[in-house]
T-cell receptor, first 113, second 115 residues
Framework: KNQVEQSPQSLIILEGKNCTLQ??????????LRWYKQDTGRGPVSLTI?????NTKSNGRYTATLDADTKQSSLHITASQLSDSASYIC????????????FGTGTRLTIIP | NAGVTQTPKFQVLKTGQSMTLQCAQD?????MSWYRQDPGMGLRLIHY???????DQGEVPNGYNVSRSTTEDFPLRLLSAAPSQTSVYFC??????????????FGSGTRLTVV
């Protein structure tokens, strides 16, 4: 069964600090991996998307890494800001005719001043 | 550019009532889909459409109907609401890259409570 597991479930850090969120998956056959940011009461917004051949992708202060061999990804947030408080969702796509997305349950990140 | 617009934002239904959740996109995306988000679970696909006139079932389709008469609109119908359908519903649209859906844009969601 295709699964995406994220850790930690929740995280609280001080403004200005860095943090790393983890994503492990068992989706096969792998197509791509996405990270989304979801603010409370809003829909998910795409941060990065990586295919099998990419092992790092940046979007401003967000840097995602992918190790397709170990089926792990991480999202690193640098110099956190209060606006980074949100849920971060890892989504892995299986390479079927019609793409199937498997969503993780997310990491709830809270930035405190 | 509005992106994906969902209405209503909040709705309370009584068990057995029916209703339609509206979704419209103005990006000319071929692919549209509906998801539900429940506490402690990842988003789950209800129904999707690869173009006007074409729909198919996702992971959790029971109790829901969809139609796609235009590229812009993809309404989700609850036939007879049940408490188990209490959830937050998201509509998404995406463009195609090499014949497959790629960049997804999500609406802001409809929070539905069935009592």
């Amino acid at each position: 069964k295709n699964q995406v597991e994220q850790s930690p479930q929740s995280l609280i850090i001080l403004e200005g600090k860095n943090c790393t969120l983890q994503c492990n998956y068992t989706v096969s056959p792998f197509s791509n991996l996405r990270w989304y940011k979801q603010d409370t009461g809003r829909g998910p917004v795409s941060l990065t998307i990586m295919t099998f051949s990419e092992n790092t992708k940046s979007n401003g202060r967000y840097t995602a890494t992918l190790d397709a061999d170990t089926k792990q990804s991480s999202l690193h947030i640098t110099a956190s800001q209060l606006s980074d408080s949100a849920s971060y969702i890892c989504v892995v796509s299986a390479n079927f005719g019609n793409e199937k997305l498997t969503f993780g349950t997310g990491t709830r990140l809270t930035i405190i001043p | 550019n509005a992106g994906v617009t969902q209405t209503p934002k909040f709705q309370v239904l009584k068990t057995g009532q029916s209703m339609t959740l509206q979704c419209a996109q103005d990006m000319n995306h071929e692919y549209m889909s509906w998801y539900r988000q429940d506490p402690g679970m990842g988003l789950r696909l209800i129904h999707y459409s690869v173009g006007a006139g074409i729909t198919d079932q996702g992971e959790v389709p029971n109790g829901y109907n969809v139609s796609r008469s235009t590229t812009e609109d993809f309404p989700l119908r609850l036939l007879s609401a049940a408490p188990s359908q209490t959830s937050v519903y998201f509509c998404a649209s995406s463009y195609r890259l090499r014949s497959r859906p790629y960049g997804y844009t999500f609406g802001s969601g409809t929070r539905l409570t069935v009592v």
